[in-house]
């Protein structure tokens, strides 16, 4: 799994593929853990996709600070980047408990539930997400998704429409979300998107 830096504390694990097209974090959890040198090099750990060092940090972290929201957080993306979905759900889920309204484990819970193939799941937390923090980009083409995979196509398209007021311009979103309909038998919607955003960058599609 590619991961990439959206912020200095932010890990993005970013998969622009048809059937599983997952787009990580755009938001942060609010800094919380006293911040340490160890600390820091875990999270840098976490960010240049050493996940297996990066979760033992924070495992011995969490020890330290069993109440630390931020702590189980970083655990549970750096769990997401092994692949090792029910430890990153455990530990997402943790942080959840401890911070109920953070918009970036709510969308990392919502960005599992897809992964794990439970559609119904990730709208849940998509949507709480929306709700709790700035909606950008990524959010809206997973939460799209998530209504496309859980059989409320309606509730996507109308959501589409109203993520493409937002970010219509913006060629990778025209991009991705085209190939989230394409892969969803959403044929018009899908050509319009894509035909855009080869428009913008001829060679996007190749």
Same mark, same amino acid.
């Given at each position: 799994?590619?991961?990439?830096?959206?912020?200095?504390?932010?890990?993005?694990?970013?998969?622009?593929?048809?059937?599983?097209?997952?787009?990580?974090?755009?938001?942060?959890?609010?800094?919380?853990?006293?911040?340490?040198?160890?600390?820091?090099?875990?999270?840098?750990?976490?960010?240049?996709?050493?996940?297996?060092? #990066?979760?033992?940090?924070?495992?011995?972290?969490?020890?330290?600070?069993?109440?630390?929201?931020?702590?189980?957080?970083?655990?549970?993306?750096?769990?997401?980047?092994?692949?090792?979905?029910?430890?990153?759900?455990?530990?997402?889920?943790? #942080?959840?408990?401890?911070?109920?309204?953070?918009?970036?484990?709510?969308?990392?819970?919502?960005?599992?539930?897809?992964?794990?193939?439970?559609?119904?799941?990730?709208?849940?937390?998509?949507?709480?997400?929306?709700?709790?923090?700035?909606?950008?980009?990524?959010?809206?083409?997973?939460?799209?998704?998530?209504?496309?995979?859980?059989?409320?196509?309606?509730?996507?398209?109308?959501?589409?429409?109203?993520?493409?007021?937002?970010?219509? #311009?913006?060629?990778?979103?025209?991009?991705?979300?085209?190939?989230?309909?394409?892969?969803?038998?959403?044929?018009?919607?899908?050509?319009?998107?894509?035909?855009?955003?080869?428009?913008?960058?001829?060679?996007?599609?190749?």
């Amino acid at each position: 799994m590619k991961g990439h830096l959206i912020d200095s504390r932010c890990l993005a694990l970013t998969l622009y593929v048809c059937q599983a097209a997952v787009l990580g974090i755009a938001q942060k959890p609010a800094p919380e853990t006293k911040s340490s040198a160890r600390f820091e090099e875990a999270i840098r750990l976490l960010q240049n996709g050493k996940y297996s060092e #990066a979760r033992q940090e924070f495992l011995e972290t969490a020890q330290r600070e069993p109440s630390s929201a931020e702590c189980f957080y970083y655990l549970g993306m750096a769990e997401f980047g092994l692949h090792d979905l029910g430890a990153a759900e455990k530990d997402l889920q943790h #942080a959840l408990r401890l911070n109920p309204h953070s918009a970036s484990v709510l969308y990392n819970l919502g960005v599992l539930s897809l992964e794990q193939k439970k559609a119904g799941e990730a709208v849940h937390y998509l949507e709480r997400a929306s709700d709790s923090g700035p909606d950008s980009p990524e959010l809206s083409i997973n939460l799209v998704r998530a209504y496309l995979e859980s059989g409320h196509e309606d509730k996507g398209l109308e959501f589409a429409r109203s993520a493409r007021r937002h970010y219509g #311009a913006n060629t990778a979103f025209a991009l991705t979300l085209g190939k989230v309909f394409l892969s969803h038998g959403l044929i018009p919607q899908a050509r319009e998107l894509l035909q855009q955003a080869n428009q913008a960058a001829p060679h996007s599609l190749r």
